[in-house]
Nanobody, 118 residues
């Protein structure tokens, strides 16, 4: 059974930094895409940043130049370095992976809270 486990969320002041980590475990034969989505209260879940197996990346316009996504294929892990954080970055951040276990499927972590506030 595949699991994605996130860590690294918390409370940070505006302008500060946080680093999120996510590791996938279980029987995994291949990972196409790993990355991060977020959901703020009252809003839909949205893409933050993903890295494909190319490796190419996609970022939300709102985080370009501030966030950096990276991947460690040997560890089945993905990271999100978040700098210059703003109050509007406050959300639950979810790790995402498109991978092949018993078949190609999408998996989600349980979510980690990021709060940007003074």
């Amino acid at each position: 059974q595949v699991q994605l486990v996130e860590s690294g969320g918390g409370l940070v002041q505006p302008g500060g930094s946080l680093r999120l980590s996510c590791a996938a475990s279980g029987t995994i034969f291949s990972i196409a895409t790993m990355g991060w989505y977020r959901q703020a209260p009252g809003k839909q879940r949205e893409l933050v940043a993903v890295v494909h197996s190319g490796p190419t990346t996609n970022y939300a316009d709102s985080v370009k130049g501030r966030f950096a996504v990276s991947r460690d294929n040997a560890k089945n892990a993905v990271y999100l370095q978040m700098n210059s954080l703003k109050p509007e970055d406050t959300a639950v951040y979810y790790c995402y992976a498109s991978l092949y276990s018993q078949r190609w499927d999408n998996f989600w972590g349980q979510g980690t809270q990021v709060t940007v506030s003074s």
